[in-house]
């Protein structure tokens, strides 16, 4: 079956940077993007770009444009997702969540990992 | 970029209600649109893609329909397992946005 098991909880301080991992397992790791979403709390979902493991090519949302780095390494079918100059309001549970279709990014979503908590503070 | 608009932001229902949920998109998305459901304290589950197609193992009292901009979820009969924040999402092209969500409760 699909898995996505993400890194644990991290706590960071203002300007430090996360990098958070999401292993997969039970299909072609390399066949499907992956995609990182976003969720403050109590609030609603934010997709913050994908990947396409294949490749190695991005996509990310223009907010994080210059604060993200989506990586991943196919010896271990695991993605990754770096985002430096951490401030009070990126505190959040991030997702990794994968494309449902092997053709592309432009996807629904069909498995999801468990999130992982991201606080941010001094 | 286009923006997704869910209405309303949360409604309360009785058991064995038919209840509905409207996502609206600021341009044409053609059938490019997702629902998802989270319960409180899980991970999102897909129900719904291509705006109408019921994803594998959802049951049969959800439903989808609409293309372009106007887009409705509807649970046929309300149940107490239903009880969730549901969001919709575009996914033609980047920026894959989701709509705010609604909360559904029971009355």
């Known amino acids: 079956q699909v898995l996505l098991v993400q890194s644990g909880a991290e706590v960071k301080k203002p300007g430090a940077s996360v990098k958070v991992s999401c292993k997969a397992s039970g299909y072609t790791f390399s066949g499907y993007y992956m995609h990182w979403v976003r969720q403050a709390p109590g609030q609603g979902l934010e997709w913050m770009g994908w990947i396409n493991p294949n490749s190695g090519g991005t996509n990310y949302a223009q907010k994080f444009q210059d604060r993200v780095s989506m990586t991943r390494d196919t010896s271990i079918s695991t993605a990754y997702m770096e985002l430096s100059r951490l401030r009070s309001d990126d505190t959040a549970v991030y997702y990794c969540a994968r494309s449902a279709s092997g053709y592309g990014g432009a996807y629904s979503f069909d498995y999801w990992g468990q999130g992982t908590l991201v606080t941010v503070s001094s | ?107």
Request: proline share 6%.
């Open chain 2, 1 to 107: 970029d286009i923006q997704m608009t869910q209405s309303p932001s949360s409604l309360s229902a009785s058991v064995g209600d038919r209840v509905t949920i409207t996502c609206r998109a600021s341009q044409g998305i053609s059938n490019y649109l997702a629902w998802y459901q989270q319960k409180p304290g899980k991970i999102p589950k897909l129900l719904i893609y291509g705006a109408s197609t019921l994803q594998s193992g959802v049951p049969s009292r959800f439903s989808g329909s609409g293309s372009g901009t106007d887009f409705t979820l509807t649970i046929s009969s309300l149940q107490p397992e239903d009880v969730a924040t549901y969001y919709c999402q575009k996914y033609n092209s980047a920026p894959l946005t989701f709509g705010g969500g609604t909360k559904v409760e029971i009355k």
